[in-house]
């Protein structure tokens, strides 16, 4: 061992550990030398709070994939704004008739690149600011979770929802937004009542604005 092997201090079992967390929650997007369905498993990308991110539980993404699958039909397309949960259970294979149709995710958070031309940046702020290859009205079923709950939001993402879709808009928000999201995209709330892996303190829910099997 030299000199300057000796002075190099060693780092404890719990520091190790520690590091190892640290670089886990930062990895820059998902592990895409693990096996496909992995690369799409709910959790993927960890939450990142400081953009206001909380993932659906496994049963909920599987319900609402399962859900715009059978609404955008044979050959669909489908849009999830803010909802890359919903996206990631679309790709993973799990979800029957998936293969069938289409999915992008439009999301701020860049580590979602990884997943390549389905990736769209999106910034609510700016809702009409979309690449020139996402045509108006050419996503069958729109699928929304804005990222907070205010008005502000909720009305700029509704631009966005509005310009994407052809009709059928599913919307995930705070059950406060009720009345806003009905007078901004006339919407109905669903008796389905949608679940996070972690939990939240405000009550959330999911409202259409098309016959679903979701209201009953």
């Known amino acids: ?9 060693a780092l404890s079992a719990h520091t190790l550990a520690a590091l190892q967390e640290f670089y886990q929650e930062t990895r820059t997007g998902p592990d895409l030398s693990t096996e496909p369905s992995d690369q799409f498993s709910v959790g993927a990308v960890e939450e990142d709070w400081r953009m206001s991110q909380f993932w659906y539980s496994d049963e909920t993404a599987a319900r609402l994939a399962e859900e715009v699958v059978r609404e955008a039909g044979e050959g669909g397309r489908v849009a999830c704004v803010s909802a890359p949960s919903v996206y990631q259970k679309l790709k ?41 290859g996402v045509a108006p009205r050419s996503f069958d079923v729109v699928l929304a979770d804005p990222p907070y ?29 009720e009345n806003l999201a009905r007078e901004l995209l006339g919407v109905r709330k669903c008796s389905f009542l949608p679940k996070h892996n972690r939990n939240l303190s405000n009550e959330f829910r999911c409202f259409v604005n098309y016959p679903s099997r979701l209201l009953s």
Do not use: H, W
């Not at 061992?1 to 201090?9: A, K, Q, R």
């Not at 993973?92 to 031309?117: H, I, K, M, P, T």
């Not at 009305?155 to 919307?171: A, F, G, I, P």
């Open 1 to 9: 061992m030299s000199d300057s092997d000796e002075d190099v201090p």
């Open 92 to 132: 993973q294979g799990v979800v029957g008739g998936s293969d069938r149709v289409s999915a992008v995710v439009l999301e701020y958070d860049r580590r979602f690149a990884a997943y390549g031309e389905d990736f769209v940046y999106y910034d609510y702020n700016e809702p009409l600011s979309l690449p020139a």
């Open 149 to 177: 709950l205010s008005e502000e939001c909720l009305s700029k993402v509704s631009e966005t929802v509005k310009y994407l879709s052809k009709d059928k808009v599913l919307l995930c928000t705070g059950a406060i937004m």
